[in-house]
C-alpha cells in the first residue's frame, strides 16, 4: 500500500489522519467554505475505489462509464452525458 493514498472525498493523506487518531483528535472527513462553515461532512474517510453498484445507485453514473469515475469525489464532476439523473447527485441521493 502505498502511503500516500488520500481520502476520496476530503482528499487528506491517510498517514495524516491516522496521526491525528492517535492523537484522539481525529481529522473528520468534511469540507469548510471560506467562512469555516461546514459544507459537508461523511462519517468516515474513504480510501477504496467505488464500485459499479456505488456509481449506478448512488452517483446516476450509467454503467457503461462507470470506469470513469471510480474516485470521484462529488456528483458535479460527473459529466451530464454520463449521468442517468437530470441534476447532480451525491451518494445518499434520491433513488427510485
Ligand atoms: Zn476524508
Known amino acids: 500500500m502505498a502511503d500516500d ?3 476520496l472525498q476530503c482528499n487528506e493523506s491517510q498517514a495524516a489522519i491516522r496521526a491525528t487518531q ?4 481525529p481529522l473528520h472527513c468534511g469540507a469548510v467554505d ?4 461546514a459544507e459537508w461532512t461523511a462519517e468516515r474517510h474513504r480510501f477504496r475505489d467505488w464500485t459499479d453498484r456505488e456509481l449506478i445507485d448512488g452517483f446516476g453514473v450509467k454503467p457503461e462509464f ?10 458535479y464532476e ?19
Not at 34 to 37: A, K
Not at 66 to 75: A, I, K, P, T
Open 5 to 7: 493514498m488520500r481520502c
Open 22 to 25: 492517535r492523537l484522539r483528535e
Open 34 to 37: 471560506y467562512f469555516g462553515e
Open 66 to 75: 462507470v470506469g470513469l469515475y471510480r474516485r470521484v469525489m462529488s456528483g
Open 78 to 96: 460527473i459529466a451530464d452525458e454520463h449521468s442517468a439523473r437530470p441534476a447532480p447527485a451525491t451518494p445518499e441521493g434520491e433513488q427510485k
